[in-house]
Nanobody, 117 residues
């Protein structure tokens, strides 16, 4: 069984920064991609950023230049550095991984990010 545990969320003022972490554990069936989605109240879940096992990142347009994704393959951990946060970044942030072995996606429970003055 795969477990993804997120941490690092919280309340921050506009313009501030947060760093999210997500550690995968358990019987991890071959990681292809790890990343983050987010879901704001009343909105659909959307991709924020992802990173392949070889280190190639992908970003949603609305976070380019502000967010940075990185990973530590030895620890099966992915990070999301969020800078210049805006009120519209307020959402529940979910970590996921995609397995090349079984083709499945595995999800964490989410961590809340609130940007408010």
């Amino acid at each position: 069984q795969v477990q993804l545990v997120e941490s690092g969320g919280g309340l921050v003022q506009p313009g501030g920064s947060l760093r999210l972490s997500c550690a995968a554990s358990g019987r991890i069936p071959g990681i292809n991609v790890m990343g983050w989605h987010r879901q704001a109240p009343g909105k659909q879940r959307e991709l924020v950023a992802s990173i392949t096992r070889s280190g190639t990142p992908t970003y949603a347009d609305y976070v380019k230049g502000r967010f940075s994704i990185s990973s530590d393959n030895a620890k099966n951990t992915v990070y999301l550095q969020m800078n210049s946060l805006k009120a519209e970044d307020t959402a529940e942030y979910y970590c996921y991984l995609h397995s090349w072995y079984d083709g499945k996606e595995y999800w964490g429970q989410g961590t809340q990010v609130a940007v408010s003055s």
